[in-house]
């Protein structure tokens, strides 16, 4: 069984620019959500998406916005990159998406702002 | 507000002995607790997880013991290798509308010595 897939693995952008990244959820699961990883923050929840709708979303400015499609893969975005921006971001999924669900982490996309 | 502290940054163990990660929390509405692993540049590797209803939980080299009275967690790892180096994650999820919603601690570094 296929693990959770995060496209692309290693990215570089510039301030001001847009980024996109994807993720491809565990066959089945229904639930994905988002985090960012940085050395000062540690891991931050961003939001979780279910069934196309968002429902739940963390403390992050509205430049990280995010989408899920019929197929359950999903999206996220962050406009007007930031130095600040560069960090791990974590893509993770689950059957449902409640507490008692295991929640299955893909490798990452690593954003640099430059 | 940190809601689930790992108060030890790192944590030195020799190969063949016990490893013990702690973890505590504040939210009474946490009810499901997991440990990852992780290694640097990949996402979190799933380890073991426990509900509110149970106090321990065992999964081969792996017991997760937990203490609701004290809100804290404890990670045994027996024997341990030198493959179970890694930064090791508690993380909780709580009942009620926090979907696929995780929060983490800040991690302990296990180093395990030949």
């Known amino acids: 069984k296929a693990g959770v897939t995060q496209t692309p693995r290693y990215l570089i952008k510039t301030r001001g620019q847009q980024v996109t990244l994807s993720c491809s959820p565990i066959?089945?699961?229904?639930?994905v959500s988002w985090y960012q990883q940085t050395p000062g923050q540690g891991l931050q929840f961003l939001f979780e998406?279910?069934?196309?709708?968002?429902?739940n979303k963390g403390n992050f400015p509205g430049r990280f916005s995010g989408r899920q499609f019929s197929n359950s893969r999903s999206e996220m975005n962050v406009s007007t990159l930031e130095l600040g921006d560069s960090a791990l971001y974590l893509c993770?999924?689950?059957?449902?998406?409640?507490?008692?669900?295991?929640?299955?982490f893909g490798e990452g996309s690593w954003l640099t702002v430059v | 507000d940190q809601q689930v502290k790992q108060n030890s940054p790192s944590l030195s163990v020799q190969e063949g002995r016990i490893s013990i990660l702690n973890c505590d929390y504040t939210n009474s509405m946490f009810d499901y607790f997991l440990w990852y692993k992780k290694y640097p540049a990949e996402g979190p590797t799933f380890l073991i997880s426990i509900s509110s209803i149970k106090d321990k939980n065992e999964d081969g080299r792996f017991t997760v013991f937990l203490n609701k009275s004290a809100k804290h967690l404890s990670l045994h790892i027996v024997p341990s290798q030198p493959g179970d180096s890694a930064v090791y994650f508690c993380a909780a999820s709580a009942r009620g509308t926090s979907y696929g919603k995780l929060t983490f601690g800040q991690g302990t570094i296990l180093t395990v010595h030949p």
């Open positions: 066959s089945g699961h229904r639930s």
């Open positions: 993770a999924s689950s059957l449902q998406g409640v507490s008692g669900n295991t929640i299955y």
């Open positions: 998406y279910f069934s196309e709708t968002q429902r």
